[in-house]
């Protein structure tokens, strides 16, 4: 893993949108956790990502910022094989809480039946990629004309 210019814990606790990438190839935009040096994000049934993964789980996320008016340019770029992982209920909480608020009682409740239903039922799990490769680059620049 490459030095990174800044920090990348710090960096990838913001509730950001990340996009995964698969073999197909397909790339989709997903919520995440980064918890234990490793992406969490919650898959299942509903969607293709979990089928894609278990037929070949080599993956890569990208997360990104990038705003015009103040310069701030940076990116983290991982890569690895992925796992599907059991989805366990404080995990989940953590990361919806991350991008819905810590009041359960306001998130919408198409997030909240990931909490109390039965994760063996619906099919929820988590991918899991704890990054072989990961970069880290701050493209940042000045605005107002520096030379």
Request: aromatic share 10%; net charge neutral; hydrophobic share 45%.
């Amino acid at each position: 893993m490459s030095q990174p210019d800044f920090d990348v814990d710090e960096f990838l606790a913001q509730p950001l949108t990340a996009r995964i990438a698969t073999a197909g190839p397909t790339v989709r935009p997903v919520w995440f956790l980064w918890e234990g040096g490793a992406f969490w994000i919650l898959t299942g049934p509903w969607a293709r990502l979990s089928g894609l993964v278990a037929r070949d789980p080599a993956v890569a996320i990208v997360v990104d910022v990038c705003e015009p008016a103040t310069g701030l340019v940076r990116q983290v770029v991982a890569r690895g094989r992925a796992d599907l992982v059991p989805f366990d209920v404080a995990r989940g909480r953590r990361k919806l809480a991350r991008y819905l608020g810590a009041d359960e009682a306001r998130w919408d409740a198409r997030f909240v039946h990931y909490l109390y239903d039965d994760p063996g039922e619906r099919g929820t799990v988590w991918l899991r990629l704890a990054p072989s490769s990961l970069r880290a680059t701050d493209l940042s620049y000045s605005v107002g004309g520096g030379r």
